[in-house]
């Protein structure tokens, strides 16, 4: 009885809904940080640090311009590319790693190595190699986001549930089979995650690949203002980064929902 | 019923199998554990078989082994007089930890072994439907197995194995993980349901509960680690029986005072008192 009337004690916030909750929550910690963001600016000035109300000025013009759109379609061909290669070459190649573990031992030094080397130390190699077209973005966009791609991929395929491999075996599944029906839903989930942390890390490559290979895409357009001091417009730009980041984080989630339904709908898991 | 050859051979023959396991420790030193030593059993056709014996004794090993998944280090196993070289349609298993397809809804879960078997659509899904309806699931058939109780997984388990149509249903301690209530509900359904299914099924059911082998089984067969069988008991009650009937049989108290005291010096963390 006791533990009931605790229980029933609820706080006011358990009226709301959960997820009108969780939006509030998302509105509120946004409008406090413009706030806090608006007060300081007005206090260091604004070539320091533009107050948001100047931020939406200088997004108007360069929208009214045609320069963020410009700079939007370069970034995300780009982005786009590399991030596909991304996925193609991390889920290919960590799906055979794992599938056969001979391979995995053969590549993991390899692997390993490349994933320490920083990629932006590459630079000068890709330009030599590649020129500064939209190549060596695409590869820098590539490189960031496959390791984590690929090293998630071979994960859940290594650590596939053994139980369900051999459940499958016993109604006759061959090896084939055993990959088809088992092995590719049972990782969807963790290579969704992995899509997932790729994606924000093609995003910053996009960005470092713009900066370091040629005054193109959203990384030119932060590099052209930075050389007239337009604080305000580099803000807004990254803003736009920033936005792309949460955009396609929420793509890729919609993609994981859509492929893996069974393990987002699981009930009971609060 | 359908036997192949001359009538008189046991479907299952174990032949002086024994399985050992080798395992590395330490990265150079290997061990070798022996899970089963020189067993020899024989299973007709028909029958319902339960096999008893405390954790660690081989029972998972020896079901292993019949199912085709692993191979003995010595002596051989036959079906039908044929030695097992891998798993087959003959035989099917239910898990003790159910095994479901968490991405397949019950009714897809039951249409896996049929899948692998090249069964059309058609008669998947109807087969599947009637070994639902078999083990009570009728109007599950949408939901996937984490909206499904341990008991009902299970069910879905046992229509899993049951759509193949196999000779010899494997049971690996299956109701091991469920809440005595549910065991006990379980264990008479499978009774009937092992009566009513379309071929009287040959059933190898593994269990370290005497009082579950005592209520599902037509003969008790008690295994110790290391050592051949201990005991091979046919039960004199018709199947299927309720439990309740059962409690009162002197027959009944017999073998369980039997088994109790064979499993005695095994079972020391297992409470044994013998009933008033
Ligand atoms: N894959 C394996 N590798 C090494 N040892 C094993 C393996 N499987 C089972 N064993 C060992 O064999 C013995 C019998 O195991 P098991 O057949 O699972 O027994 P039970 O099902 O009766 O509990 C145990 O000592 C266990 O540790
Ligand atoms: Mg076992």
Known sequence: MQRSTIANRKPFWSTIPRSLGIRLAQIGLGVLLLTVWEIVALQVGSFILAPPTALVAAFGEIVQSGDLGRALVDSLYGLAIGYALAILLGVTVGFLMGWYPSLATILNPFISALYVVPVAALVPLLIVWFGIGATPRIITVMLFAVFEILLTTYTAVRDIDQRLVEMARVFGANQRQILTRVVIQATLPLVGAGLRIGAGRAIKGMVVAELLFAATGLGGLVMHYSSRFQTDRIMVVVIVVAMMGVLLGWLVQRLEYWIAPWYHRRPNRS | ?276
């Not at chain 2, 395992?23 to 008893?52: C, D, H, M, P, S």
């Not at chain 2, 968490?102 to 897809?108: E, N, V």
Request: charged share 20%; hydrophobic share 40%.
């Open chain 2, 1 to 276: 019923m359908q036997i192949h050859n001359n009538g008189h051979n046991p479907l299952v023959q174990v032949q002086n199998v024994t399985k050992q396991y080798t395992k590395t420790i330490g990265g150079t030193r290997t061990q070798t554990v022996t899970a089963l030593a020189q067993l020899t059993l024989n299973i007709q056709a028909g029958e319902f078989v339960a096999i008893l014996g405390a954790s660690g004794c081989g029972k998972t090993t020896l079901l292993r082994l019949i199912a085709g998944l692993t191979m003995p280090t010595e002596g051989r196993i036959l079906i039908d007089g044929v030695p097992v070289s891998g798993p087959g349609p003959d035989r099917a298993v239910v898990f003790q930890d159910f095994r479901l397809l968490p991405w397949r809804t019950c009714l897809a879960n039951v249409e896996f072994g049929m899948e692998l078997l090249g069964i059309s659509t058609a008669q998947r899904r109807e087969r599947a439907l009637e070994a639902i309806a078999l083990v009570g699931l009728r109007g599950w058939e949408t939901y996937y197995p984490a909206e499904l109780s341990g008991g009902m997984q299970q069910r879905v388990g046992i229509a899993r194995a049951l759509a193949v149509n196999p000779r010899l249903l494997l049971m690996d301690e299956p109701f091991g993980a469920l809440d005595a209530i549910t065991r006990s509900q379980m264990q008479q359904e499978l009774m009937q349901i092992v009566a009513n299914a379309a071929h009287h099924k040959t059933v190898i059911f593994v269990t370290h509960s005497i009082d579950e082998a005592l209520i599902l089984a037509d003969r008790v067969l008690v295994m110790t680690r290391g050592r051949s069988l201990l005991e091979d008991i046919t039960l004199p009650f018709e199947r299927p029986r309720r439990q309740s009937e059962l409690l009162t049989d002197s027959a009944y108290i017999e073998v369980k005072q039997h088994l109790l005291s064979v499993l005695e010096p095994e079972s020391t963390g297992q409470q044994s008192a013998p009933q008033p």
